[in-house]
């Protein structure tokens, strides 16, 4: 199993930034992607998560309305747009992946469970 994100950067609050990750190793329509994000000094929490064989999703309340996570079975990737970007999104972003029933529409299971991550990509929101 294999997961490479991409797509972090600088960006002014209020800006834009679309992740990505690109998975490889295993069935994509059988598992789903959770994305997660570390700042520093901070645990790892979780920020949404796609059940690519539906298109459930899941968002944390600080995510909600501000990011959409998609996904494109042809690429076997996944994407987070993230917009209206606040200082306190400055973290590095993570995605993982896990059995089907990890990510549905009332949660997504929590960081210890999940198996596979990819390196992590930064994020950085000035203000």
């Known amino acids: 199993v294999q997961l490479v994100e991409s797509g972090g950067g600088l960006v002014e609050a209020g800006g834009s930034l679309r992740l990505s990750c690109v998975a490889s190793?295993?069935?994509?329509?059988?598992?789903?992607i959770a994305w997660f994000r570390q700042a520093p000094g901070k645990e790892r929490e979780g920020v949404s998560c796609?059940?690519?064989?539906?298109?459930?999703?899941n968002y944390v309340e600080s995510a909600k309305g501000r990011f959409t996570v998609s996904s494109d079975t042809a690429k076997n990737t996944v994407y987070l747009q993230m917009s209206t970007l606040k200082p306190e999104d400055t973290a590095v972003y993570y995605c993982?992946?896990?059995?089907?029933?990890?990510?549905?529409?009332?949660?997504?299971?929590?960081?210890?469970?999940?198996?596979?991550w990819g390196q992590g990509t930064q994020v950085t929101v000035s203000s």
């Open positions: 993982a992946s896990g059995p089907y029933y990890y990510c549905s529409s009332n949660g997504f299971r929590s960081r210890d469970e999940f198996d596979y």
């Open positions: 796609i059940r690519p064989m539906d298109g459930i999703t």
């Open positions: 190793g295993f069935t994509f329509n059988d598992n789903i």
